[in-house]
Each structure stands twice: as structure tokens, then as C-alpha cells.
């Protein structure tokens, strides 16, 4: 199928090259969990916290690897489950606060990617997901948590430049991975990162 002006390029990567890239990731979040995670996360309740938001990230990695596509089905109760969590904690307030702006932040981008550039930049995938992290990291958590994801991103865009050689401007990645991976090591390494 050819790509018209205003449909955003195919990122689909073969399923062999998406479960390596799972691996990797499983790898990244263990380490990130046993270096920064394991103690402040060590109750019951964190612990079931953190085995559903790891298995959650790394679904919604999987499937934006080989689809392109951030699904609802997950994304929402993700959100919802982070939001329910922070609730139990007694931060709703500040987890309510990063899921809208982690929704607005990345609706906002996008549409004015569109505007600007004609065609999808990002998808509203990606904002739902940012949303359910900033349910579950809360507010102060966003920043560094874009910083991540967007990092990783860049990096992979480059290696996927320079692996296929494109000199195109429009090399599609999928950013959920990114974002996953944002988001769990600002999980695991929240208490640290802001009381130093």
C-alpha cells in the first residue's frame, strides 16, 4: 500500500526483530527494578503493582512494535488501575494531574504536528499511554519520564536511520516502547529521583 501525504509510514518490524527487542526490554526493566525498585517497592501491594504495570508495558510494547497501534483495551484500564493505585496510596491528586497532562501534553504535539507538518507525527496512542504514566509516577514524575522516553527514542531513530540508511525525514518508530520504558524506571526509581 503506497503512503499518501497524510498517512503516517508503516512501523511494523517483523515479529522475530520485535521479540528481541522485548527481550531487551524485560532485561532493561529487571535491571531497572533490582537497581532502583526492589527496596522501595518491597511490600505485597507494590510488588502486585509492579508485576501488573511491568506485563502491561511490555504487551503494549510488543503490539506497538508490531502493529504501530497503542491499544484502549489496555492503555484505559492501565490508566485506570494507576489511578485506583494512587488512590489507595493517598497521591490521586497528583496522579490525576499527570494523567491529564500526560494526555494533553502528547494530544497537544500532535495535533500541532499535524497542522504544521500535514501528516501524523504521533499518534493519540502514545497519549493515552503517557496518561497511564502519569497515573501511576504522578505529576512530578512526567519530566523525567519524557526525558527517558524521548531519549531512548531519538537513539533509536538514529540507529533505525543508519541501519536503513534513509535520508527521509519522515522515519517512522513506534514510542510506546520509549514511553514503557519511561515510565517504569521513573516507577521503580521515583522515591530516589525526588528526595535525592
Known amino acids: 500500500m503506497a503512503e499518501g501525504p497524510d498517512e503516517f509510514p508503516d512501523v511494523a518490524i517483523p515479529a522475530r526483530s520485535a521479540l528481541i527487542i522485548l527481550v531487551g526490554l524485560a532485561m532493561a526493566y529487571a535491571g531497572a527494578f533490582l537497581l532502583l525498585g526492589q527496596h522501595v517497592h518491597s511490600s505485597f501491594p507494590f510488588m502486585i503493582a509492579s508485576a501488573v504495570l511491568a506485563v502491561a508495558l511490555l504487551a503494549l510494547s510488543y503490539i506497538d512494535l508490531r502493529t504501530g497501534l497503542l491499544l484502549d483495551i489496555l492503555t484505559l484500564p492501565l490508566t485506570a488501575l494507576g489511578l485506583a493505585f494512587s488512590v489507595w ?76 540508511r534513509s535520508t527521509s525525514d519522515r522515519i517512522a ?3 510506546g516502547p520509549s514511553l514503557a520504558l519511561g515510565i517504569w524506571v521513573v516507577w521503580c526509581g521515583i522515591e530516589m529521583m525526588l528526595l535525592g
Open 89 to 164: 496510596t493517598g497521591d490521586w491528586m497528583f496522579s490525576l494531574a499527570g494523567a491529564i497532562l500526560g494526555y494533553a501534553m502528547i494530544a497537544w504535539l500532535a495535533y500541532y504536528w499535524r497542522v504544521r507538518r500535514g501528516y501524523e507525527g504521533i499518534g493519540l496512542g502514545d497519549a493515552k499511554l503517557l496518561a497511564a504514566g502519569g497515573a501511576w509516577v504522578g505529576i512530578s514524575g512526567i519530566p523525567i519520564l519524557l526525558l527517558i522516553a524521548s531519549s531512548v527514542g531519538i537513539i533509536a531513530a538514529i540507529a533505525v536511520s543508519q541501519i536503513t
Open 173 to 175: 518508530i513506534p514510542f
